[in-house]
């Protein structure tokens, strides 16, 4: 299916998407004001608790497939689902068993 914007548009739409600041990152972080936001730290988790050694990740069900709100891509398939299946690969095997070894680690799903 060909896409009914220009490239300019498009750029521009997806300009607009945020990777930080999100709505589920703000909400959490109005509930849990003694947590450090968006640390510099190994796995770039979304908040941390130094003095409890705590590390949270927000993710979002669609990019780490939710097994409860994940919805398959209905199109461009051969594209979306590796990329998911490398998104849930690298969170489950690569980041979190890492930052485990110092720290405790919740992935608090969106």
């Known amino acids: 299916m060909a896409d009914n914007l220009t490239k300019t548009q498009r750029s521009f739409c997806m300009g607009k998407i945020r990777s930080r600041n999100t709505k589920p ?56 689902l590796p990329k998911l299946n490398r998104n849930v690969f690298i969170g489950r095997s690569i980041i979190i068993p890492k930052v485990s070894g110092l720290l405790e680690v919740f992935a608090d799903p969106v």
């Open 25 to 80: 990152e703000l909400k959490h972080k109005a509930k849990n004001l003694h947590l450090d936001y968006q640390p510099k730290a190994f796995g770039n988790p979304d908040f941390i608790d130094w003095k409890k050694k705590i590390a949270v990740f927000i993710d979002g069900c669609f990019w780490h497939k939710c097994p409860v709100h994940y919805k398959q891509p209905k199109s461009n398939k051969k594209y979306w």
